[in-house]
């Protein structure tokens, strides 16, 4: 790694919130060698073939966070990380992260896009949000967030993503790199956004290894009945509310999938308000 990045992300955690505010600002999650990672760091590969304005990544080897603070006048002290979706084979970086993102500092909630590793890196990119969780926790107080009030977002694979975070916060997937991970990697909330990989137990049921706890947070999942991964939010909400965890399910009858904020599409103008109104009650 360029010796560089190491000192930057250093400063990164000890300089004041309102001096990076206003700038785009990386902070990537491994100091040292990438857990399990076999290449070596370098920027993220990115799709230049598709012209349809998505900024599409094709491989990460070293995931960081993007952060995007709210504006201090109305900063609620929540904080979201967001996970773009894209198969587990590429990342839907600003339609499914920065554009969220704007979205949710508009609301007064810090956003942090996780560039988690791919592609076809599952065990890897869980690695990374656990990491990701645990750095926003442990730095909570020089990013004016409450600890308390750390949840995590995701479309697609990075709503399945999201949902390994809340459900599976106690598995240990990586050995300790600093002081950071001394903290609790547990999400106090999730928001799965057109969610997939959740119906690949028999006949459809939940994916065996998604096993719920009572240690699992609240729940947020909006989806569309035309999706053809819409099965996994029926089969996941299911199975948290027999689990006893609340959750809030919304079915539409139309949108598809891969839709984010843009507009033109009745699920993509439906579910932030939505989302919204839920995310006011559960940070409460």
């Keep these: 790694m360029n010796p560089l990045k190491i000192i930057f992300v250093s400063l990164l955690l000890t300089i004041p919130v309102s001096s990076f505010t206003q700038e785009k600002v990386m902070l990537y999650l491994w100091p040292g060698k990438v857990p399990g990672e076999l290449k070596e760091k370098q920027a993220p590969a990115v799709d230049t073939t598709q012209k349809d304005g998505v900024l599409r990544y094709t491989e990460v080897t ?25 198969g587990y084979g ?23 896009v996780l560039s988690y590793r791919i592609p076809n890196k599952r065990p890897e990119a869980l690695q990374d949000a656990q990491r990701a969780i645990r750095i926003l926790r442990s730095n909570s107080a020089k990013w004016k967030i409450d600890a308390g009030k750390i949840g995590i977002m995701g479309f697609s694979a990075g709503a399945d993503l999201s949902a390994r975070a809340a459900i599976l916060s106690g598995n240990k997937t990586y050995e300790a790199v600093d002081r950071s991970d001394d903290t609790s990697c547990r999400p106090d909330f999730a928001l799965l956004i057109y969610p997939a990989y959740f119906d690949r137990g028999e006949n459809r049921s939940l994916t065996p290894d998604l096993k719920i706890t009572n240690l699992t947070p609240p729940v947020f999942i909006f ?20 689990a006893k965890i609340p959750v809030e399910l919304h079915l539409v009858p139309k949108g598809g999938h891969g839709y984010g904020l843009r ?22």
């Excluded at 952060?67 to 002290?77: E, F, H, M, Q, V």
């Excluded at 989806?223 to 027999?242: C, F, K, T, Y």
């Excluded at 507009?263 to 409460?284: D, F, H, M, R, Y």
Aim: aromatic residues 6%; negative net charge.
């Design 223 to 242: 989806q569309s009945a035309d999706d053809s991964h819409g099965n996994s939010a029926i089969v996941m909400a299911g199975a948290l509310r027999d």
């Design 263 to 284: 507009p033109g599409n009745p699920a993509a103008e439906t579910w932030p308000s939505l989302a919204g109104k839920w995310l006011l009650n559960v940070l409460k």
């Design 90 to 112: 590429r990342l839907a970086y600003n339609k499914e992260g920065t554009e969220i993102a704007d979205w949710l500092n508009s609301k007064g909630i810090n956003a942090f």
């Design 62 to 86: 070293n995931p960081a966070l993007e952060i995007r603070l709210a504006d201090p006048a109305k900063n609620t002290g929540a904080a979201l990380i967001v996970c773009p979706g894209g």
